[in-house]
């Protein structure tokens, strides 16, 4: 029967292992990479763990969900190993990073928006529009253009005869979206990931849905990250209480 961790009792591996439905052996593991404190050790050799090492387990598990295991797995260790600074900047690195991802989303989102669709006579022919009208209508040069070409942001095709660049419909469509990110200081190569979406998802409607799960992704990671850092705060509470009978 697993010991409860808020009675101060001694726990086997088995017993941290059964609370989130682990093998002891990743208890183990976990131990020697460091994510949880070294075990104390039984006069025959089996580890002894106790209610901190449930709560670092716990902190480890819920920062994982937000974070990542590498990131999570170098908080632990740094809390661990007495410097939470360095724990505290991976995890402010992690919170850049969420929060790119979100003005990233919400920049396409955006941009997707304005994409609104012109009249169909006011669309390229079935030949196709040429550089300088399309740069016109966006208000750039066509050097950008030809510029956003070699980033793979347009393809335009040829005319056989005068082998002039001609820009159909999707063209037109993805010389916008790349106007909108453009103005919105996103690099090229960003911006070219997105067009690659758009494309393969058959034009923006379908993209759509996928920005709606990548929405649900963030919101679900935001929140992840906060049930972390509530798990967090209680293992080192935790940790300084253990500290501070130590040095009583």
């Known amino acids: 029967m697993a ?4 009675s101060g009792g001694r726990l086997r591996p088995v017993d941290l292992a059964r609370a989130h439905g ?9 131990e020697a990479a460091g ?3 070294a075990a104390a050790r039984t006069a025959s050799g089996y580890r002894v763990y106790t209610p901190l090492h449930a709560r670092a387990l716990a902190a480890f598990l819920a920062l994982v969900a937000g974070h990542g295991h590498g990131t999570a797995a170098a908080v632990l260790r740094g809390v661990n190993e007495g410097a939470p600074d360095e724990a505290f900047r991976l995890i402010d690195e992690s919170h850049a990073q969420l929060l790119d991802d979100r003005r990233t989303l ?8 304005d994409l609104v669709p012109e009249p169909p006579e006011s669309l390229p022919g079935p030949t196709g529009g040429f550089v300088g009208a399309l740069a016109a209508e966006l208000g750039i040069r066509p050097a950008t253009l030809r ?5 793979g942001l347009v393809r335009p095709r ?14 037109v469509r993805d010389a916008r979206l790349a106007h909108q990110l453009r103005r919105g200081g996103y ?3 960003r911006i070219a990931s997105v067009i690659a979406q758009v494309r393969s998802a058959g034009g923006v409607e379908p993209l759509e849905a996928a920005l709606r799960e990548w929405h649900d992704r963030v919101s679900a990671r935001g929140r992840a990250m906060v049930a972390g850092a509530a798990e ?3 293992y080192l509470r935790a940790r300084e209480r253990e500290e501070e009978k130590a040095t009583a």
């Open 158 to 171: 040829r005319d056989p005869v005068t082998g002039y660049r001609r820009y159909d419909e999707a063209d």
């Open 35 to 37: 994510i949880l404190p």
């Open 147 to 151: 510029k956003w070409e070699r980033a």
């Open 3 to 6: 010991a409860n961790p808020q």
């Open 232 to 234: 967090l705060e209680t």
């Open 106 to 113: 919400e920049a396409v989102t955006g941009a997707l928006r």
């Open 22 to 30: 682990l093998s002891a052996q990743a208890v183990r593991n976990y």
């Open 187 to 189: 690099p090229l190569e």
